[in-house]
T-cell receptor
Framework: AQSVTQPDIHITVSEGASLELRCNYS??????LFWYVQSPGQGLQLLLK??????LVQGIKGFEAEFKRSQSSFNLRKPSVHWSDAAEYFC???????????FGQGTELSVKP | DTGVSQDPRHKITKRGQNVTFRCDPI?????LYWYRQTLGQGPEFLTY????????KSRLLSDRFSAERPKGSFSTLEIQRTEQGDSAMYLC?????????????FGPGTRLTVL
């Protein structure tokens, strides 16, 4: 079955430190890849997406992600975390244009002052 | 453009009652999706529409669940004879089929509590 794994349920980083959130997917073909962020009481907001081309994609709020086909991974990074980045982050994949999204279980990010 | 809206935002009901949720997508979007999210989990796909046609339903969508998008605009999700296991956040998303990568825009969700 198609699945998305986010190995880290909860991560705590200090403000100003770098961040990497991991995401792996299971499937042979290259899917469409997404990172969403969800703050308490807020809807899911798209940070970035990959579907073709350059494997390093830039998103909003200073986030970037790199698609590595050999590792079936799409890790999210940010060089310097701000306190406002504290939220739940979801990796998601879609296997065809317009299809359903399959989400990972999420990584909760806490930011220490 | 006000984004995807959902109504109500919160619903508390007693077991066995029927509930109906509404989703208004972004106006020009031809695709509409329903997902369910339980505490500590990522959203799970329920069903989606292209215009008024329901193109895919998850096995999660038991026969107590029904979704419609009668005119290809807003959609309703009805749950009959609610059970405590139906307690969750119900998310709606919309997208434009013609956009590469098919980015889905999510609404704020309807939180259902079944007592």
């Amino acid at each position: 079955a198609q699945s998305v794994t986010q190995p880290d349920i909860h991560i705590t980083v200090s403000e100003g430190a770098s961040l990497e959130l991991r995401c792996n997917y299971s499937y042979g073909a290259t899917p469409y890849l997404f990172w969403y962020v969800q703050s308490p009481g807020q809807g899911l907001q798209l940070l970035l997406k990959y579907f073709s081309g350059d494997t390093l994609v830039q998103g909003i709020k200073g986030f970037e992600a790199e698609f590595k086909r050999s590792q079936s991974s799409f890790n999210l990074r940010k060089p310097s975390v701000h306190w406002s980045d504290a939220a739940e982050y979801f990796c998601a994949v879609a296997y065809n244009q317009g299809g359903k999204l399959i989400f990972g279980q999420g990584t909760e990010l806490s930011v220490k002052p | 453009d006000t984004g995807v809206s959902q109504d109500p935002r919160h619903k508390i009901t007693k077991r066995g009652q029927n509930v109906t949720f509404r989703c208004d997508p972004i106006s020009e979007h031809n695709r509409l999706y329903w997902y369910r999210q339980t505490l500590g989990q990522g959203p799970e796909f329920l069903t989606y529409f292209q215009n008024e046609a329901q193109l895919e339903k998850s096995r999660l969508l038991s026969d107590r669940f029904s979704a419609e998008r009668p005119k290809g605009s807003f959609s309703t999700l009805e749950i009959q004879r609610t059970e405590q296991g139906d307690s969750a956040m119900y998310l709606c998303a919309s997208s434009l089929r013609e956009v590469p990568g098919n980015e889905q825009f999510f609404g704020p969700g309807t939180r259902l509590t079944v007592l």
